[in-house]
């Protein structure tokens, strides 16, 4: 931090990594971090703190019904506008997050270009959910037919000895899966695969793991009863680097 | 390279058991993300408390917490491919969500001023009690360890600021003192955190 604008810049960082700056405070300060890569990785370093800390807040139980009314808004949003990642089989793992470098702001993703079909898995649970006010998904199934997401599968991604994260298979209608990621596996991209009982893999998508983690979700073709276990392998190499079984238990 | 199936978990989500409630943080979240009912459920139910008493302590009206706590989900669900596990855990990183949001909020309307004697609880030696509602986790207890250890005007500056969402001038208001001073303390107090919680080895999260 030789640049005399670092050391103005380093004034403010920790109201800036608190979000507690004024708004001239932090427009110089923004306008030196954008060509300062040292003050970036001093605000990311007291942005990731800072976060920790605003973690330390008591938790307090919401007032009655709090719940049911955030489920049903998500739900009655999801419905509303197409959701990018469902529908992409691409790199869902956003990296190098643009902005201040401060961790829990995400940036509006308004000007992606990614949003293809929709694909509202489970509209009239959904609305029925909503209607009962969303407690209502437990008993949409009975009232209303079939459920597409009728069974859900789980299963520990293993690497080796060690778990390295979890797989998520939910069948119906539109079924889909989800991979976390979260222990070294050290490759970058990975295809995840998904091997059915007849011994067909069908691959889902190809991923990015940002320095061995990430996670994700993509719409599978067969739900969980078809598939045995998900793969989790090298793109470059075709190793297979985690696998977690899939085997419904009833 | 030997890799061992482990034994799933199916559930039938039209039982309306538990299940879900026993699968990760992360699995949520993707859950939540690929708008998955029963998940989003589960993801809302395990961390209303945390996502309401965050915006509470910041906005300290309970209105406009609740409706802070219902966008702070909405925006958690946008967002959820920008979560980053090597960063933080997913309730640190919606605490995050969630004060962004109640700043924001509070610089529109700050009805009544948070009491700050209830957040500067969080500095203050666990009591019975306390403890129970206070955030769990090993990563927690280093952290309000590391709070202790600074000097109490410090701790009580960096928490105002990070838990209440106050601006500098704001806590030099309510600690009278002048507005150089709060900066100071808010910014030697937080670098000091950052460095003793990377010596105690807690590096990140
Ligand atoms: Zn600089």
């Known amino acids: 931090m030789t640049d005399p604008a670092c050391s103005c810049t380093a004034d403010v960082l920790a109201e800036l990594a608190l979000g507690v700056a004024d708004a001239e405070a932090r427009a110089s300060a923004l306008a030196h971090l954008e060509r300062c890569a040292a003050c970036r990785a001093e605000l990311r370093g007291l942005g990731d703190t800072a976060d920790a800390l605003v973690a330390l807040t008591p938790e307090v139980d919401p007032p009655d019904g709090f719940e049911e009314r955030v489920v049903g808004c998500l739900l009655t ?125 069908v691959t889902v998508g190809t991923f990015r793991l940002d320095g061995g983690a990430g996670h994700w979700a993509a719409a599978a073709r067969t739900g969980s009863a078809q598939v045995r276990q998900a793969l989790l392998v090298d793109a470059y190499s075709g190793r297979v680097v985690a696998r977690a079984g899939l085997a419904a238990t009833s | 390279m030997s890799l061992t199936a482990t034994a799933a978990v199916t559930c039938d989500v039209r039982r309306t058991g538990p299940p879900v409630d026993q699968l990760n943080d992360e699995a949520l979240l993707a859950g939540l993300g690929a708008g998955d009912p029963d998940l989003t459920a589960a993801f809302v139910r395990r961390f209303a408390s945390k996502v309401y008493g965050v915006a509470l302590a910041v906005l300290g009206d309970p209105a406009a917490a609740e409706d802070v706590a219902q966008m702070a989900f909405e925006r958690a669900w946008r967002h959820s491919s920008s979560y980053d596990p090597r960063r933080a855990t997913v309730g640190t990183w919606l605490a995050a969500i969630t004060r962004n949001l109640a700043i924001d909020a509070a610089r529109v309307r700050r009805p009544c001023p948070v009491d700050p004697e209830t957040l500067l609880g969080v500095v203050a030696p666990t009591r019975e009690g306390t403890e129970a509602r206070a955030v769990a986790g090993e990563a927690a207890a280093d952290l309000r360890a590391a709070l202790r250890r600074l000097p109490p005007e410090q701790a009580r500056a960096v928490v105002l600021a990070g838990l209440a969402g106050l601006s500098a001038s704001q806590v030099a208001a309510a600690e009278g003192i002048p507005i150089g001073t709060a900066k100071t303390r808010i910014r030697s107090a937080l670098t000091r955190l950052r460095r003793i919680l990377a010596d105690s080895g807690g590096d990140g999260d």
Do not use: F, I, K, Y
């Open chain 1, 77 to 201: 949003a999801r419905d509303a506008a197409p959701l990018p990642r469902r529908a992409a089989v691409h790199p869902l793992t956003r990296t190098g997050r643009a902005g201040s470098g401060h961790h829990g702001v995400p940036r509006p993703a308004g000007a992606g270009g990614h949003r293809p079909t929709r694909r509202a898995l489970t509209t009239v649970a959904a609305a029925v959910a909503v209607a009962l006010g969303a407690v209502g998904w437990a008993l949409s199934g009975a009232a209303r037919g079939p459920v597409p997401n009728a069974a859900m599968t789980t299963g520990a991604l293993v690497s080796g000895q060690r778990s390295v994260g979890e797989v998520v298979l939910v069948a119906g209608r539109s079924p889909w899966v989800s991979v976390a990621v979260h222990g070294e596996t050290g490759v970058g991209w990975v295809r995840c695969e998904l091997v059915e009982r007849g011994g067909e893999v």
